[in-house]
Structure formats: C-alpha cells, structure tokens
C-alpha cells in the first residue's frame, strides 16, 4: 500500500480539499518510530498535523507528577493543531506504543501550503474543534456513566474489526478507574458473554449488551464521526475508528 492509499484511509484528509491533499502529500515528512519513542512532547513550541500511517500512538498528558493516557491513535487518525492559528504549545506526548510511521506537517508547511492555498485553514480549524467537540462529549461521558458504563463505552469507542488494542491498564487510565475495579468489571462482562480477554487486547462479543450499558455513548461516537476524526469502518457493522487529543 503506497503512502497516498494509506493518506486516503484518514477521514480528516479525504475531507480536504483536493489541492490541500496534494501539498500535504508532497510536502508531509515521513517519520519511522520504534516502539516507546515520541512524536513530540507535551510543551513542544513546535506544532503541527500528525497523521498516523500505520501502527499506534499513546497519547498522554502530565497531571500532577503523573502521567495519564488520554487517547490512543491509529492508523488513519489524525490529530494535532498549528501556533499560526493562534494556538499554543503541544497539549499531550505521543509516543509509538508500536512500530509506527506517521505524516508530520509543521507549521512551518502548513504556512507555506496555506499561503498558497487558503482552503487549508479552514480543513485545520475544523480538526481542532473536531477534537474540542470529542473532548468534551468524553469529559460529559466521564462524568455521567457509571464505572460499568463508563467502561463499555471506552471499549466500544476503541473498536475496530470488534478487538481492542488495549491492556487493563491502558482501559483503567482512560476511564479514570484503578486497574483493580476495572478487571473485576470485565471479569463480570466477560461471564456475561459481552467481551473475551487476551494479552493486551480485549474482544468484543457482544455490541448491543455493550451498548446498554454505556447508554449515551452512541451519541459520543456520532460526535466524533461529525467531526471527521472518528468513522464507522462500514455503515453496516459496529466498529469504529477513533481518533483522540490534539
């Protein structure tokens, strides 16, 4: 698969103007990250669209001492924002969780395509408030669901092809949970025929059970799909792509 197949498989790209996706391609750098290394880090001045090509990015933002993983990105995803915009410094790290390349387009291309090509702004703008609007129909989700619920939402937020990429960890962080209450969750799940756990990464067996348990997270999903940063792979099935956090 050539790089504009895979440019083509992200919805925020395939939404831009056809002249914009040309620049992006020819001027976009391709970069290679091995397991546990960064795209960028949480305060960088250097900002700029990242688009994930293949593999996996955590997405994590400082809290305190700590750091917490926020979203996860993949392939087709992409994310980010631009200083010439008004904008300020990175608000997460991304660190390949796997081997991955990504597309990076700096400020500095994004200026120079954008002077040529206004329609560009406009494509940028509607990423970041893509990611506003995913943002706070997260924080909503936080806040209204129970753990349960909260849980089945993360889960069905994450599918794709029905199979999370996720360790019990990983799930615990993005729902704000300890590890511990988030097995027993999916302990009782898994005896309810709704998932089967694996070595970091969950299955989903049952969607419709998943869903009502985490009631509103449909309208999330839709959310996010109006946003142009998440899609259902097909019309006809239940996975969804996601993509999380400038």
Request: charged residues 25%.
């Amino acid at each position: 698969m050539t790089i504009g197949d895979q440019l083509r498989q992200c919805r925020w790209f395939g939404r831009c103007d056809p002249a914009v996706q040309q620049a992006i391609a020819a001027d976009g750098r391709l970069a290679t990250r091995a397991r546990g290394q960064w795209v960028y880090g949480e305060g960088d001045m250097a900002t700029g669209i990242v688009i994930v090509l293949d593999g996996m990015l955590r997405l994590e933002a400082a809290a305190g001492e700590k750091t917490v993983l926020v979203g996860i990105a993949r392939a087709g995803d992409a994310f980010g924002q631009s200083r010439q915009m008004g904008g300020g410094p990175r608000i997460v790290t991304a660190i390949a969780s796997r081997p991955s390349r990504v597309l990076t387009i700096s400020d500095a291309m994004l200026d120079r395509i954008g002077h040529r090509l206004p329609a560009l702004w406009k494509a940028t703008s509607e990423l970041v408030y893509g990611q506003l609007d995913a943002s706070v129909h997260g924080l909503a989700q936080m806040l209204s669901l129970r753990p349960r619920g909260r849980i089945a939402a993360r889960l069905l937020t994450f599918a794709r092809d029905a199979d999370v990429p996720l360790s019990q960890s990983d799930l615990a962080e993005l729902c704000g949970l300890s590890r511990k209450v988030v097995s027993a969750h999916l302990s009782a799940l898994e005896q309810a025929g709704a998932i089967e756990r694996g070595y970091r990464s969950i299955l989903l067996r049952d969607m419709a059970q998943l869903r009502r348990l985490a009631g509103d997270a449909d309208g999330f999903v839709k959310a996010m799909e109006r946003s142009g940063i998440a899609h259902r792979v097909s019309p006809s099935d239940d996975s969804i792509l996601l993509a999380a956090g400038p």
